[in-house]
């Protein structure tokens, strides 16, 4: 049985963004050598998320306006008494999911025809980290 | 240790469609020969998901119903530039979420007395996957 | 490749309640004698959810409330019809989301900085249950 863990790193330039990663996370699992298992991908931070969809810029923007009109920032949250101001950004990551286990089959990443790996960027502009652990043979 | 993976296909007549899967993923738990250990599954396509919740009529109706009212069909999605017309799809599948880890203990897969393994489809009439991957021993 | 199972009881005085678990969920780790793996943490009934986020009243409550204005109780159900008054438990447990799977690294919870674990209770006053399955050497 073999486990191998990298972390990787984020310091986005917008307060919200969406990087691809299904690259960074296929070259993981391919130094881990696993060749059947799953692999897991979990933002470390509680205001990103990680997510499986489209690489499809119209509906990134779709997906963060969606974001935006159901976890809206600027409200009065009691989260922001203790200073903080982004209470939304929590609710984001709420919504979207903070991890996914991806599938290994045959040395690769088993996704469907369309699937993406996304890191989810809700309160940026500082390093933040994503645990990448690989379990299997 | 052993792995063992499975593809469940659809092709729901409608667009929407909740199918009961709970026991076709036994039956794979049960063709694993695995007594210990987890069951991923994990829609493969983006516009569907996989939940766990309850088999009562009114309730998935309920669901259904709330998808459609936080991530409604018919608005001017960006994604709807592409030519595609399913960016409610997507959302729905971000809403309910698109995976579950389910546990097996003593060769049976270890959920609560109400919990029943659900495939979400929101954009159907077409064939879709679903990988169920078992790992354990 | 060890396999440790253990189940936490809840039975909260509230009808919604959110419970700090991550020191039940370490200690069940520290005796699972798992240094590499994972640990699956979810919730058995399907009124209830398990979360990763902010140890922060203020932002507890800013989550409640939000689950609250998302998926709200007294609506007029159709799960209601079967006598039940819970749908909007079911909705948030959806909204929440059910599980969570936490690496362990070195023997510890390889959490980040902020990350808590939460039980998220929507429908309680009645004793209900968690599994918490260790995967790992």
Tied chains: 1, 2, 3.
Excluded at 36 to 45: K, N, P, Q, R
Excluded at 55 to 65: N, R, T, V, Y
Excluded at 73 to 95: C, I, V
């Amino acid at each position: 049985m073999r486990f191998y863990t990298e972390y990787l790193w984020f310091n986005t330039k917008k307060r919200c963004e969406f990087v691809l990663i299904t690259n960074e996370v296929a070259d993981i699992v391919g130094r881990s050598k696993v060749k059947e298992g799953i692999v897991l991908v979990s933002a470390m931070h509680i205001t990103a998320g990680v997510y499986v969809n489209d690489a499809e810029d119209g509906l990134i923007k779709d997906i963060s306006e969606w974001l935006e009109k159901l976890a809206p920032a600027g409200l009065a949250y009691q989260h922001h008494l203790t200073g903080e101001d982004n209470a939304d950004a929590h609710l984001k990551r709420l919504l979207i999911g903070h991890q996914v286990i991806i599938p290994i089959t045959n040395g690769k990443l088993d996704l469907g025809p369309w699937e993406q790996i996304y890191y989810a960027e809700f309160d940026g502009q500082r390093r933040k980290r994503v645990i990448v652990k690989v379990i299997g043979e």
